[in-house]
Structures are given as structure tokens and as C-alpha cells.
């Protein structure tokens, strides 16, 4: 029997070079069970690479990361991720598809995930057929469809149009709320983040750069205190951006 409740996670002095190129260095992170953390920062700064990690997909250089105060060892089997891309497979019915996260293959199972996600009604459906944001939907049951503890999810909303991208937000809020998974959602976008999780990492130079608690009450309203959270993890974005531009002005111009 797994255990109830979200995976509890612990990382230590995290290191991660590609080659002689460093990209995660030092990362001591822990996320309390049933917590949901985004992960925001530039284009390249590494968030991903630190999801790969506790997904099990890749290893570190060196440092410990703990699921359930267990070092990790490949995927555990109780952690899902959502990529951006919904990685379905075309040549199987949606409810087939769903079938995959399920490790008995129950059919049941799989179509109470569907239900969860509002698609039961497309389940005999091609995933070729569905919009953008129904296919993610069905990728979103499939990850559910295998109970999992420990949510992953890298940019799933990325290329989702405005008010689908809320709609999935919502979704992912309600589904996170009953069933108490713990959650990392890696982000490009400050408001999500902020409408979404409890704690926000930022990440710069390869370093959390700020640990932010985000003390709203749900669900989250577009008010001042939003506003607040927004402004505080942006100015943190936009002054690295500022330094590394005049930097790169200065080093043009021999300064
Ligand atoms: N398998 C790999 N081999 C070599 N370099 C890699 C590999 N994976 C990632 N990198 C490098 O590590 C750095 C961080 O990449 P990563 O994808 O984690 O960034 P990110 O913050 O998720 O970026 P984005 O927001 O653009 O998706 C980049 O410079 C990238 O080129």
C-alpha cells in the first residue's frame, strides 16, 4: 500500500554540470508533504534540470535528494510529471492512453481520471481530435490516473492559450487541494506562480535566489497582495536581467 498524502522532500548541497559547465550548485531545498512550490527564473537557469532531477530522469553531480527520507533511485513510483508537450500517444484512444499511468491497466481506474478532468465524454476519441488544451487535460488524467504523491510539472501550461492556460490553473488547484499531493510546478509565468503555489523558488545563477512564502488566501484573487507577491519575485527578475544587459553594454564597450 502506498502511503496517503504528498511526498515529502529533502535536498542537500545539490550539484549539476553538464561537462565542465556548472548549472545547479549548492541547492538545499525541502518541501513539506502536500506543499505545492513553483520554480521560476530566466530562460536557461537551470528549473528544469532540477525537476529532471527529482524526477529521477537524471542524476546529480553530487548532493543528496530524499523522497519520503529515501535517496532517490530512478523514478519513484509514486511521482508523476506533466511536460509542456502532452507526449500522447496518437495511435491509442484517449481512454488507452489514460490507461498507461494506470499500473493494473484498469479501465475503471482510467476513466474516473478522464471524469476528474471533465472528459470522460472524449474517451473513445483519438487524441488528434482534441484541442490543444483538452490533449494536456488528458495527459494531466493519465499522471492523476496513477495516484500519485509527487506531481512534477514542467511548463505544462506553456503553450496553452490565455484563458485555457486559467481554466487548467483551476483545475490543477482543485485537484491538488483534494487529494493533497505535493506539487512543483515549474513556470515562466511570475502570475501563475503566484496564483498557484505556496512557496516560490527563484533561481539564478545556477542558486535559489529567493525563497518567497506566499501568504494569500485561496482561491486567489488579482488584488493588491497579488500585486505585492508579483512585484517582489519580477524586481528580483528584472534586476538580474538589468545587470547582465549592462554587463553585456560594458563588455561591448570595453568599459
Ligand atoms: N542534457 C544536457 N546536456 C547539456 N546541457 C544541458 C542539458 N540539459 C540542460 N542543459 C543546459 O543546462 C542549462 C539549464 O537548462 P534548463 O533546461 O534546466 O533551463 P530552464 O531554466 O528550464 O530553461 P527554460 O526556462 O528555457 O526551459 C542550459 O544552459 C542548458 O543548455
Redesign the pocket.
Known amino acids: 500500500m502506498s502511503k496517503a498524502g504528498g511526498i515529502q522532500l529533502h535536498i542537500r548541497n545539490v550539484n549539476k554540470s553538464?561537462?565542465t559547465?556548472s548549472?545547479l550548485s549548492g541547492i538545499d531545498l525541502n518541501i513539506k508533504q502536500g506543499e505545492f512550490v513553483a520554480i521560476v527564473?530566466?530562460?536557461?537557469?537551470?528549473?528544469?534540470?532540477?525537476l529532471r532531477l527529482i524526477a529521477g530522469l537524471d542524476e546529480a553531480t553530487s548532493g543528496a535528494i530524499l523522497l519520503d527520507a529515501q535517496g532517490i533511485q530512478g523514478i519513484h513510483k509514486d511521482t508523476r510529471v506533466l511536460f509542456q508537450e502532452h507526449r500522447l500517444l496518437p495511435w491509442k484512444k484517449n481512454i488507452d492512453n489514460v490507461r498507461i499511468g494506470v499500473k493494473s491497466g484498469d479501465k475503471e481506474i482510467a476513466y474516473k481520471a478522464l471524469q476528474q478532468v471533465g472528459l470522460e465524454h472524449k474517451k473513445d476519441d483519438w487524441p488528434a481530435v482534441l484541442s490543444g488544451g483538452q490533449r494536456q487535460r488528458v495527459a494531466l488524467a493519465r499522471a492523476l490516473a496513477g495516484n500519485p504523491r509527487l506531481l512534477l510539472l514542467d511548463?505544462p501550461l506553456g503553450a496553452l492559450d490565455a484563458l485555457t492556460r486559467i481554466e487548467m490553473q483551476q483545475l490543477i488547484e482543485q485537484l491538488w487541494l483534494e487529494k493533497q499531493f505535493t506539487v512543483l510546478l515549474?513556470t515562466?509565468d511570475v502570475s501563475e506562480a503566484v496564483a498557484l503555489a505556496d512557496r516560490v523558488i527563484l533561481?539564478e545563477d545556477g542558486k535559489i535566489g529567493l525563497d518567497l512564502k506566499i501568504s494569500l488566501a485561496r482561491p486567489r484573487e488579482h488584488d493588491s497582495g497579488f500585486a505585492y507577491f508579483e512585484k517582489i519575485i519580477l524586481d528580483r527578475l528584472l534586476v538580474k536581467q538589468h545587470y547582465e544587459t549592462a554587463k553585456t553594454a560594458a563588455e561591448a564597450f570595453s568599459i
Open positions: 553538464f561537462g559547465t548549472v527564473g530566466r530562460s536557461g537557469c537551470g528549473k528544469s534540470t532540477l511548463e515549474v515562466h533561481i
